[in-house]
Every structure is written in C-alpha cells, then in structure tokens.
T-cell receptor, first 115, second 116 residues
Framework: NAGVTQTPKFQVLKTGQSMTLQCAQD?????MSWYRQDPGMGLRLIHY???????DQGEVPNGYNVSRSTTEDFPLRLLSAAPSQTSVYFC??????????????FGPGTRLLVL | AQKVTQAQTEISVVEKEDVTLDCVYE???????LFWYKQPPSGELVFLIR??????QNEISGRYSWNFQKSTSSFNFTITASQVVDSAVYFC?????????????FGKGTLLTVNP
C-alpha cells in the first residue's frame, strides 16, 4: 500500500488563481478529511467525507470545495486563492476494524504559498 | 462547542527523564473520542492513540502511557525514559458524536525537545 498520497508537495499561487490539491489513498478507507496547519493554530478541519458521494464542512470550509466521486480520491479545490490560505494542508483517512478500533493515516502534506 | 487546551507550549527535558504532556478538553457530548498525534521535525503527522469516553482504563504502549480522567476532563500523555527521537510537536484532539461526529478539534500542540 502507498498509504495516503498528496500532490503537489509545494505550490506557489498568485492571489485569485485556482488550483486543486490532490489526495488519494489505496486502503479502501471510507472516511477522509482535509486539514490546514498554521503556525500556533494546530490543525483545523476544512472538509471531510464519510464515503463516496458524501462530504461535509469542517471548521474552516470557506474558500474551499471538495468532492468524493470515488473511495480513493478526495481532492480539495481552492476557488480563488487568497494570502490567508497560505498554509500546510494535510489529507487523512481513517479505518475502523471489526472491533471498532480506529487507525488514522496522514499524507505528507502540501505546502501552499499564496502571493 | 468543543475545545482542546494544551497549556504547555514548549517542554524541554534531558534524555531518560519522564515527561507528561497535558491535555484538557471541553465537550457537551456524552460520548466522545480523544486522540494524540506526533509531528516530528520532518513534518509528517503520526496517529498515536484514540480513547473512547466510555472506556476510562489507562493505556500503555511501550514507553508511552495515557491517563484519561473524565472527572477533570483531561487526557494526559506520559513518555517514560524519553529519547531524542521523541522530540516533536504533540497534538491532542477531540471528536464528538451526534451532530459533531467526525469533526476533529485539535489543541495547539506542545513542542517537546529531548536533549541528549
């Protein structure tokens, strides 16, 4: 298994540009989520999905869109980039075993700079 | 609303010392889940543990142990005989149930530095 992969690793955007951060997992996990990490703020949930075709907003969803057309992929779209979206973005997936024990996996992160 | 407080911003210890990282949480949910994560200097995030609110038994995994106390709304993390490789930022997080199910709220993290 490749685990959770994210592309790109680093991206520079100009204000107003749009882009898609890619996230994929090959573990057949139903639950996936996107977080942003800012200095001194910890991680904040942007959007999450509990399965293909189902998404919901997290704590800081404004300026971001998501879709989940397949179990494997959960892309995050920045509609019109703003300097406030400069951050490190992490994608994660979760798995529950038959006894309800949960394990989480994180991607390596995407560092985004908006000028 | 959910809230997680990690009052210790930074901790510095010498190798082989024991160290406890504090985590205090707030939630109105009767069922909830508590988590700890490690973020080493390389930047990746590593899931360490999930604890259910209905299971107050403490857990030990090697040099790591977790003390969950519902009465004080705390979920503290202890590293015994710390090592340089334990140097990282550690995050505590909370996930509720019902309407807030699946929404994970993180604390701001504690930077642990273990000096040789």
């Amino acid at each position: 298994n490749a685990g959770v992969t994210q592309t790109p690793k680093f991206q520079v955007l100009k204000t107003g540009q749009s882009m898609t951060l890619q996230c994929a997992q090959d573990m057949n996990h139903e639950y996936m989520s996107w977080y942003r990490q800012d200095p001194g703020m910890g991680l904040r949930l942007i959007h999450y999905s509990v399965g293909a075709g189902i998404t919901d907003q997290g704590e800081v969803p404004n300026g971001y869109n998501v879709s989940r057309s397949t179990t494997e992929d959960f892309p995050l779209r920045l509609l019109s980039a703003a300097p406030s979206q400069t951050s490190v973005y992490f994608c994660a997936s979760s798995y529950w075993n038959g006894q309800g024990k949960e394990t989480q996996y994180f991607g390596p992160g995407t560092r985004l700079l908006v000028l | 609303a959910q809230k997680v407080t990690q009052a210790q911003t930074e901790i510095s210890v010498v190798e082989k010392e024991d160290v406890t990282l504090d985590c205090v949480y707030e939630t109105r949910d009767t069922t909830y889940y508590l988590f700890w994560y490690k973020q080493p200097p390389s930047g990746e995030l590593v899931f360490l543990i999930r604890r259910n609110s209905f299971d107050e038994q403490n857990e030990i995994s090697g040099r790591y142990s977790w003390n969950f106390q519902k009465s004080t709304s705390s979920f503290n993390f202890t590293i015994t005989a710390s090592q340089v490789v334990d140097s990282a930022v550690y995050f505590c997080a909370l996930r509720g149930s019902g309407g807030s199910n699946y929404k994970l709220t993180f604390g701001k993290g504690t930077l642990l530095t273990v000096n040789p």
